[in-house]
C-alpha cells in the first residue's frame, strides 16, 4: 500500500498526529492503539489499588496470556510487590482472566545511559619488573611461560596508554 500526500496534510501541519494515521485502512496501528490505551486503563487500576508509596513505582504492567507483568524499578520496590500479589489477582481478575502476577524489574533508559565504562588497571612498571624477576631465567614450565607472556602484555598496555607512575598514584 502506497500513502501518498495530499495538499491538506502538507498544508496543515496540524494533521499529521498519531490518530490521523489511524483513518488509513490498515487496522494494525489501530489495535495497537487499543491495546495501549487497554494498558493504560489497567495500569491504573493497578495504581488505585495500590498504597501511595509502592503504587508510585509501578512503572508499565501488560497482560501476557493469562499472566500479568507489573514492571517496577529497583529490587526493592518489587519484593515489597510481591506482597501485593493477592490484591493485584483480585483487582484483575475481574477485568481479565488472569492467573499468575509476575513482577520484573526494568531501568529507565537515563539509568542505561550513566553505566560507566569499565577501564583495566594496569600495575606500575616497577611492578611488572617485579613480575618478571620472579621467573626463572629460561621459563622452563606453562606458569613461567604464562606469566612472562602476562608481563610483556602488561607492558605493552601501559606504553600504549601513556600512564606514568606518578599519575598512578
Same mark, same amino acid.
Given at each position: 500500500?502506497? /500513502?501518498?500526500?495530499? !495538499?491538506?496534510?502538507?498544508?496543515?501541519?496540524?494533521?499529521?498526529?498519531? *490518530?490521523?494515521?489511524?483513518?488509513? #485502512?490498515?487496522?494494525?496501528?489501530?489495535?495497537?492503539?487499543? +491495546?495501549?490505551? +487497554?494498558?493504560?486503563?489497567?495500569?491504573?487500576?493497578?495504581?488505585?489499588?495500590?498504597?501511595?508509596?509502592?503504587? $508510585?513505582?509501578?512503572?508499565?504492567?501488560?497482560?501476557?496470556?493469562?499472566?500479568?507483568?507489573?514492571?517496577?524499578?529497583?529490587?526493592?520496590?518489587?519484593?515489597?510487590?510481591?506482597?501485593?500479589?493477592? /490484591?493485584?489477582? *483480585?483487582?484483575?481478575?475481574?477485568?481479565?482472566?488472569?492467573?499468575? /502476577? +509476575?513482577?520484573?524489574?526494568?531501568?529507565?533508559?537515563?539509568?542505561?545511559?550513566?553505566?560507566?565504562?569499565?577501564?583495566?588497571?594496569?600495575?606500575?612498571? !616497577?611492578?611488572?619488573?617485579?613480575?618478571?624477576?620472579?621467573?626463572? $631465567? #629460561?621459563? $622452563? $614450565?606453562?606458569?613461567?611461560?604464562?606469566?612472562?607472556?602476562?608481563?610483556?602484555?602488561?607492558?605493552?598496555?601501559?606504553?600504549?596508554?601513556?600512564?606514568?607512575? *606518578?599519575?598512578?598514584?
Amino acid at each position: 500500500m502506497r /500513502v501518498s500526500c495530499t !495538499d491538506d496534510f502538507v498544508a496543515n501541519p496540524s494533521m499529521t498526529t498519531f *490518530k490521523s494515521a489511524l483513518a488509513h #485502512p490498515n487496522q494494525a496501528l489501530s489495535r495497537l492503539y487499543a +491495546q495501549i490505551e +487497554q494498558q493504560k486503563k489497567l495500569l491504573a487500576l493497578i495504581k488505585k489499588n495500590l498504597p501511595e508509596p509502592l503504587s $508510585d513505582h509501578v512503572l508499565h504492567c501488560v497482560v501476557s496470556g493469562r499472566k500479568l507483568l507489573v514492571y517496577t524499578d529497583t529490587a526493592t520496590w518489587a519484593s515489597q510487590l510481591r506482597f501485593y500479589n493477592p /490484591v493485584l489477582l *483480585k483487582t484483575i481478575t475481574a477485568a481479565a482472566r488472569i492467573d499468575l /502476577v +509476575q513482577i520484573r524489574i526494568t531501568r529507565p533508559i537515563d539509568a542505561l545511559a550513566a553505566i560507566p565504562e569499565r577501564t583495566a588497571k594496569i600495575p606500575s612498571p !616497577d611492578k611488572i619488573a617485579a613480575l618478571r624477576s620472579n621467573l626463572s $631465567d #629460561p621459563p $622452563d $614450565d606453562a606458569l613461567s611461560q604464562a606469566l612472562l607472556n602476562l608481563s610483556h602484555t602488561l607492558e605493552r598496555l601501559s606504553r600504549r596508554t601513556g600512564q606514568s607512575e *606518578k599519575e598512578r598514584r
